[in-house]
C-alpha cells in the first residue's frame, strides 16, 4: 500500500485481556518500529525490527508485550493481561533503512477498561 | 544518544516565518539531524534531515550551525495546517541503535 496501515484503529477491552494490535508497512521497508503515546505525552519506543537481525526489545515496559514480524513484511504487537496504564496510542513505523526518514501509520488507540 | 533542548511552545501569526530552535550540543560526527511533526490526533510525519550542510525541500528549510551544535527549522510561511509539535531528533546513522528517540518537542501555535 501507499502507506503504513494499522488494525484496528481504536480498540477498548477489558482489564486482563490479551490484545493483538497490527502493523502493515510499506512494502519493500526492511525497517519497522513500534512507539505508544499516552494521552499528552511524547512517543514513547517500544521494539525496532530491522530486516533478518534479531529485534531490539529494549523500550519493552514488561514481560506482557512481545511482538513479532512475520516474512519480514507484517507485525502484530501482543500485550497479555492488559492492564489500564497500558491505555495509550500505540503508533507504527516503517523505513528504508537506518538514517532514513520514517513513515508513521495512524495508530491504534487503546482503551483498557 | 546525544540530548536536545527546544522551547516547550511558540506561537506565530499565519503567513509569517517561523524559526524553531534546536540545541544538541552533545551531538556525535556521524549524527543526522531529523525533524518530525505531529499534527493533533496524527501519527507524526517526517520533515527535514540533514548532516552538516543547510537542506531545503517543499515543506521547511533546515540551518545546521557550523559546530553542529544546534540548528534551526524554518517554516517560510506559517499556515494554520502547520500547528502541530515538532521533534528534533539526532539519529547515529549506521549504527545499532536504528529507533528514533522521541523529545517533548515544540508546541507550535499558528494563530489567523
Known amino acids: 500500500g501507499a502507506g503504513v496501515s494499522q488494525s484496528p484503529s481504536n480498540k477498548v477491552t477489558e482489564k486482563g485481556k490479551d490484545v493483538e494490535l497490527r502493523c502493515d508497512p510499506i512494502s519493500g521497508h526492511t525497517a519497522l518500529y513500534w512507539y505508544r503515546q499516552s494521552l499528552g505525552q511524547g512517543l514513547e519506543f517500544l521494539i525496532y525490527f530491522q530486516g533478518n537481525s534479531a529485534p531490539d526489545k529494549s523500550g519493552l515496559p514488561s514481560d506482557r508485550f512481545s511482538a513479532e514480524r512475520t516474512g519480514g513484511s507484517v507485525s502484530t504487537l501482543t500485550i497479555q493481561r492488559t492492564q489500564q496504564e497500558d491505555s495509550a496510542v500505540y503508533l507504527c513505523?516503517?523505513?528504508?533503512?537506518?538514517?532514513?526518514?520514517?513513515?508513521f501509520g495512524s495508530g491504534t488507540r487503546l482503551t483498557v477498561v | 544518544d546525544a540530548k536536545t533542548t527546544q522551547p516547550n511552545s511558540m506561537e506565530s501569526n499565519e503567513e509569517e516565518p517561523v524559526h524553531l530552535p534546536c540545541n544538541h550540543s552533545t551531538i556525535s560526527g556521524t549524527d543526522y539531524i531529523h525533524w518530525y511533526r505531529q499534527l493533533p490526533s496524527q501519527g507524526p510525519e517526517y520533515v527535514i534531515h540533514g548532516l552538516t550542510s543547510n537542506v531545503n525541500n517543499r515543506m521547511a528549510s533546515l540551518a545546521i550551525a557550523e559546530d553542529r551544535k544546534s540548528s534551526t527549522l524554518i517554516l517560510h510561511r506559517a499556515t494554520l495546517r502547520d500547528a502541530a509539535v515538532y521533534y528534533c531528533i539526532p539519529e547515529e546513522y549506521g549504527g545499532s541503535q536504528g529507533n528514533l528517540i522521541f523529545g517533548k518537542g515544540t508546541k507550535l501555535s499558528v494563530k489567523p
Open positions: 513505523a516503517s523505513s528504508q533503512g537506518l538514517g532514513l526518514g520514517y513513515t
